[in-house]
């Protein structure tokens, strides 16, 4: 806290309440970050001049103080009003220009012990947490808004449609094999136990098992290839049919049949065909 020591005993006389050691330290930090006091009121007055020093009258009124401050650039200003309210301060900051306010409420007696005034090494009480309170309220928002205007932050660029990420097993040089348009086979699972007719609909939570039709195709005995096109003009695609399925064919046994005759199958007691 390098020149707070020396701020304090240059107005210690002054100092006759533990508001006024508050606002000290206050006035302190701001110096600190290259603020200068211009004077007291909320108006400019005639040859104004930046100081370290606290200005005279600065503590002329216990319950409201007033105070102006410039940085060392002129960039930007700072109108500082600290009210009392019973044991607290009300600390109230503005940017004139900007009009914007930033505000902090400190309770006297958590930093400053009014028994022991004349005493520098004993009047401050709690420093570090008042420094970063004055500097998190009441200086921070100052700061970051005294950025250029056209200064943005640079962001990660981000992909469009980022691609998953990949599981622990995942090969990069793994090229999937490429099959015909049609070709590929569904990834069936096997057929269950040929036998098990009829435990599905008996036992609901059984799982996948057979119903109640009785399925040729796993009876467990050798049977007669059957084709599931039969009847269609076309032959199903590969994969339409699970291996093992129920599946009843779409017509009569056998592939490629010849369609039936109009002659085949007439009305009853009819023997003209023209009509």
């Avoid at 240059?10 to 200068?36: M, N």
């Avoid at 401050?69 to 940017?95: E, F, G």
């Avoid at 490429?178 to 590929?184: F, L, N």
């Amino acid at each position: 806290m390098a020149g707070l020591e020396l701020l304090y005993n240059s107005v210690a006389p002054e100092v006759d309440c533990g508001q006024d050691a508050l606002l000290c330290f206050v006035h302190w930090k701001l110096i600190t970050r290259d603020y200068r006091c211009l004077g007291t009121g909320d108006q400019a007055a005639a040859n104004e001049r930046k100081s370290e020093m606290l200005p005279a009258g600065w503590n002329a009124d216990k319950e409201l103080y007033t105070l102006r401050y410039r940085l060392k650039d002129d960039s930007h200003d700072l109108l500082v009003k600290a009210i009392l309210m019973d044991n607290s301060i009300i600390l109230n900051v503005m940017d004139p220009k900007t009009q914007k306010v930033a505000d902090l409420t400190l309770k006297v007696t958590d930093f400053v012990d009014p028994e022991h005034l004349a005493d520098f090494d004993k009047v401050y009480r709690n420093v570090e947490e008042l420094q970063n309170q004055i500097v998190h309220h009441i200086l921070s928002p100052f700061e970051t808004s005294k950025r250029p205007t056209g200064a943005k932050e640079k962001e990660p660029k981000r992909e469009r449609n980022p691609s998953p990420p990949n599981p622990p097993d995942h090969d990069p040089l793994w090229i999937p094999p490429q099959h015909p348009h049609g070709s590929r086979q569904p990834n069936w699972p096997d057929p269950l136990d040929p036998f098990n007719i009829g435990r599905q609909d008996l036992d609901p939570l059984a799982g996948r098992g057979g119903g109640m039709i009785f399925d040729p195709l796993r009876s467990g005995f050798r049977n007669p290839v059957l084709d599931p096109s039969s009847g269609l003009p076309s032959r199903l695609p590969p994969g339409s049919v699970p291996p093992g399925a129920r599946f009843d064919p779409f017509g009569p046994p056998g592939a490629h049949r010849p369609r039936p005759n109009p002659d085949h199958l007439r009305p009853p007691d009819y023997d003209d065909m023209f009509m």
